[in-house]
């Protein structure tokens, strides 16, 4: 119980050192460096930063030794620093230890009300927590999604029509990340982000304003309202919802609709996170209580909401494709994602 203790109070002030830079300056220093150089470095408080490090040289993240002056020292390994530094790319989990403060700070409130209730909790009320998971999501669509993820689709069959002009469609866009990146990529293809959150779209649509992309637009709409849809119908050959089915209100009927939108032959990647819908199966997961945790704190209540299902982010693989055959597909390929273990990726074809 005492490592559990020491270990949620590392990983909150891991999160301070991340979201301020610390660890970017004590990496590039490349040596041990005292307190006051390391502030001098960062801009930040000399005494804030020494309580700071006194968490780290506790919790074995920094090495600790002595000037000749008798000056107290701090290191941070290399090897340490290829996981807590903005230079990590793919291995940074630095900026994962910013996720539970932030839930903690939004939505505690909302979820011990939910476990007397049933109730969800509104997507509005997380705040600063969407905007840190969208730049969490903007970072890992930059590092991966044109050059490694997509050319990893049917055998690079997507991509290849993606270069000669195709309709897209991704939903959950959230602020628009993955669609402006493959519209500039892609100018012979057409693409169109949805999302329920008008905040999202606007600004969405704004950052393709900037990057001066003429070939995506954005609509707050829900998918699981589209099925029947004459405008939507047969609309797109590709439609992608990157870790977003799981946090629907009514992720069958989601799915519905982007059955119905998919043209004959098209193609769905639907990117969610890899687990069994089995506990008993998640029990040596290496991610397994972080992983349940965010979806206690975010992905079930605000799946709840309007008496929704609340699936969660631990819905599971056999829970996803039972849901995937029942909305129509019966073509269902589930493959490993090029340098990211975290996730499925279920290929469907109509």
């Known amino acids: 119980m005492i490592d559990i203790l020491n270990m949620g109070a590392l ?3 891991l999160g301070i050192g991340y979201q301020l830079g610390l660890f970017d300056v004590m990496d590039a220093m490349g040596g041990p460096a005292g307190s006051r150089q390391i502030a001098g470095k960062s801009g930040l408080n000399q005494r804030y930063i020494e309580e700071w490090l006194g968490v780290m040289a506790t919790g074995g993240v920094i090495t600790v030794s002595r ?3 008798g000056v107290l020292l701090f290191h941070l390994p290399k090897a340490h620093g290829d996981f807590l530094t903005r230079r ?44 840190f998971m969208s730049e969490l999501a903007d970072a890992k669509h930059r590092q991966v999604l044109v050059d490694t993820f997509l050319p990893s689709v049917a055998k690079g069959e997507v991509v290849s029509a993606l270069q000669k002009g195709i309709r897209v469609c991704d939903l959950g866009c959230g602020q628009g990340v993955a669609v402006c990146l493959m519209a500039k990529a892609f100018p012979n293809s057409w693409f ?54 799981h ?19 098209g193609f769905f990647s ?30 079930m209540p605000v799946g709840l909401v309007d008496k929704g299902r609340g699936l969660g982010m631990m819905w599971g693989r056999e829970k996803a494709l039972d ?25 469907c074809r109509k």
């Open 192 to 245: 169109v982000g949805l999302d329920i959150s008008g905040e999202a779209i606007r600004d969405a649509a704004a950052n393709a304003r900037q990057e001066n992309l003429s070939n995506a637009e954005f609509r707050c709409l829900d998918a699981a309202k589209l099925s029947g849809s004459a405008e939507f119908g047969n609309a797109f050959q590709y439609i992608t919802a990157f870790d977003s089915i």
């Open 247 to 265: 946090d629907q209100t009514r992720p069958m009927a989601a799915l519905h609709g982007v059955y119905h939108m998919l043209r004959p032959g």
């Open 323 to 347: 849901m995937l055959a029942r909305a129509g597909f019966s073509d269902i390929k589930v493959e490993s994602i090029p340098e990211d273990s975290f996730n499925d990726h279920f290929l």
């Open 88 to 131: 990590s790319g793919n291995s940074n989990l630095g900026v994962y230890t910013q996720e539970i403060p932030l839930l903690n700070r939004t939505a505690m409130d909302g979820v011990l009300k939910g476990f007397t209730t049933g109730e969800g909790v509104p997507y509005e009320t997380y705040g600063k927590f969407q905007s």
């Open 11 to 13: 990983n909150l002030a």
């Open 67 to 69: 000037a000749d002056d």
């Open 270 to 299: 639907m990117v969610d996170i890899a687990a069994s819908s089995d506990l008993s199966k998640n029990l040596d997961h290496p991610m397994g209580p972080f992983l349940y945790t965010v979806s206690l704190m975010h992905c």
